[in-house]
């Protein structure tokens, strides 16, 4: 028997390192030749790793969300032959993060915590000490109970409802061992009568790893490095569903059903054919924009997984149907998974849509390094004055967020103002100039 140690191979073009999201194996099974053992992300990209070899898993190096280096061991297989490694070599320590963190777990124990003076006795010590069952008996209606400050924060910590607590003080003041005797009682969390509030003191860790992080990094650089100008118009799309409707009750039944984002497309094209600048890359660390011919448009797409800008390249070159179609392939690919690295990364500028969600106004954040992102609003049906009388009209705001360092306010406005025109006059997009 020998030992076969494998390595996170290189995983994409230019990717030193990627970050653990998942183990398909335990320590201790039986694997085959390319059966998965882990997966691991690279930018949006998740990607899986199959065992070269059949062997008995023996040794995982690393816990999910640690960011491994390419050529780092991942894992370690008992199999026949000589195998790859000499037996009982141990694995580069920077791989052993998984085993240090259990055994110091293992270790680790909580130092005792001392009680405060003030803290109540525990129920089954106070009945220990003679505390008699107390008599759950409310105010009446409207009527205070009388309870010094600390007792009141005691009450308050424990979920306890003070009008439910006899009082044997003066007047009925609630003291420290009426309190006491109501919990020795089982009267601990009781609510107002009718109710079922109680306090919920629990906090839950959940760690950020695989997409989320991912996100969350590339949201941070956008927010820190970019000053963002928001500019956001509204828009009559009355005649621009009703086209909508025609076209989708005459297509062919191999074709998509058209949503608003194909013709945006269409339109954006338009307005960066005479505003190029638009459709840029800014590489602020080099002083360098980047003005691309082709318009590479980032859908940004809500999926099981987390938020993922598949691309549609050169929707300069699509049409309608054809930008509805690649639309609809690229949603259907994120939302199962199976998008491929380059169709997630090479946009240009990019649109984000909530849908019928899409509230009234929002404050999209740019997808850096480009310069420009357009976001689509919900439409609704309101009344619009026509200069004679209110007329219903179907309603959609544009906000879009600019890189103020590179798109002047002016150009901006102009920018969604062609956008605006091109969506209320739809016959205009198709036309060329």
Partial sequence: MGEHVIKLPDVGEGVAEAELVEWMVEVGANVREDEVLAAVMTDKATVEIPSPVEGKIIWRGG????????????????????????????????????????????????????????????????????????????????????????????????????????????????????????????????????????????????PVIGLRRKIAEKMSVAKSHIPHITYVEELDVTALEELRGELNASRKEDRPKLTILPFLMRAMVKAISEQPHLNSIFDDEAGVIHQYGGCHIGVAAQTPNGLMVPVVRHAEARDIWGCAEEVARLSDAAREGKCARDELSGSTITITSLGAMGGIVTTPVINHPEVAIIGVNKIQTLPRWNGSEFLPRKIMNLSSSFDHRVIDGWDAAVFVQRIRALLENPAMIFIEN
């Fill in 63 to 206: 816990a999910i969300g640690d960011v491994l280096s390419v050529g780092s061991p991942l894992i370690k297989l008992e199999v026949d032959g000589e195998g790859n490694v000499k037996p009982g070599s141990e694995p580069a320590v920077a791989a052993k993060k998984e085993e240090s963190k259990e055994t110091t777990a293992k270790e680790e124990k909580p130092a005792p915590v001392k009680e405060k003076p003030s803290s109540p006795p525990k129920p089954e010590a106070a009945k220990a000490n003679g505390a008699q069952p107390v008599k759950n008996i409310p105010r009446a209606e409207g009527e205070k109970p009388l309870a010094s400050p600390a007792v009141r924060k005691r009450a308050l910590d424990a979920g306890i409802d003070l009008r439910r607590v006899p009082g044997t003080g003066p007047a009925g003041r609630i003291s420290h061992e009426d309190l006491d005797a109501f919990i020795a009682a089982d009267g601990a969390g009781v609510a107002t009568p009718g109710t079922a509030y109680r306090r919920d003191t629990s906090v839950k860790e959940v």
